[in-house]
């Protein structure tokens, strides 16, 4: 789909969103995005982050400020914003009566398709998700997982260059959560696809993301990549237990020879190397040299939940994204 421009991707001034007799929902925020990035929109639990989302997706009208996706304002250009996008929103408009291949051709339908356009793209998008054996059931019988992925693959009829996912993985198992990753990655990668992410889940940021914005309170208070807003954290840490406790002074004395120290518990000694983590070998030799035996010695690198932590003074509540819904509706066997 030709593009009015070679501009951004996703451009947005000042952009402002108050609710009647609420807060700002989102309060000023500027963005430039490029074509073909992944950008990871990272917030808590009423930061501004779907409200940020629906702007852009002209499903919410701004307040105040200006957006333009795909080079058209999200007000007074919205068919040609539409045109240009999918989304994937975190409650999905399914039809528990119909098949996912159903589901597809709908979509494909009310985006003008023709009949054998139709199910060739849902051939090939119901395969690419992973859907493949269970499109002909019914969504009703599908897991959370199965529903997350169909989501995607019915925001990705009409071939989008601008897709954006709002916390697409909220509540999916570690097997579905990578596959899905695998699929925004490959979108970008290989389509030039952008794509506009929300998380709380500060791993999939990490992995998939080439920059990062914090949201808080409906500001942006960091943005950069996540190399970079890990590298403000300070450089790597390294944390000692003395095997004897009552040499814990010892340990100290040796680690503040390489860096300065941090809080750590009455068991143990951490200071913030200096030299980076290039000077954990020194510190194993000096603590050698001294006779001074530790039960463990751990090299900590600066992470995103620090940057989180240090930029809205709370952790996020996603940040474990390693940990399975277990309360999730198990996949179906094949037929």
Known sequence: MDEPNTGPAI???QLVREFKKGPRAVDGIDLSIARGEIYGFLGPNGAGKSTTVLMLATLLPPTAGTARVGGFDVVSEGAQVRARIGAALQEA??????????????????????????????????????????AGRKVGGYSGGMKRRLDLALALVHGPSILFLDEPTTGLDVQSRTALWDEVRRLATDEGVT??????????????????????HGRIVAEGTPAALKAEMGAATVEAVPADLARRTAVADVLEQFGEPVGASDSRVAVRLREGPQGLTDVVRALDAQGVAVASLQLQMPSLDDVFLAKTGRSLEGSRAEEPDHDAQPEPAPA
């Open 195 to 216: 794509v506009f992410l929300t998380t709380q889940y500060l791993e999939e940021a990490d992995q998939l993301a080439g920059r990062i914005g914090i949201i808080d």
């Open 93 to 134: 408009a399914l039809d528990p009566m119909l098949t996912g291949r159903e589901h597809v051709h709908l979509q494909a339908a009310l985006h003008g398709l023709r009949r054998a356009e139709r199910r060739r793209r849902a051939d090939e998008l119901l395969e690419r998700v992973g859907l493949t054996e269970a």
């Open 11 to 13: 451009e947005v001034e």
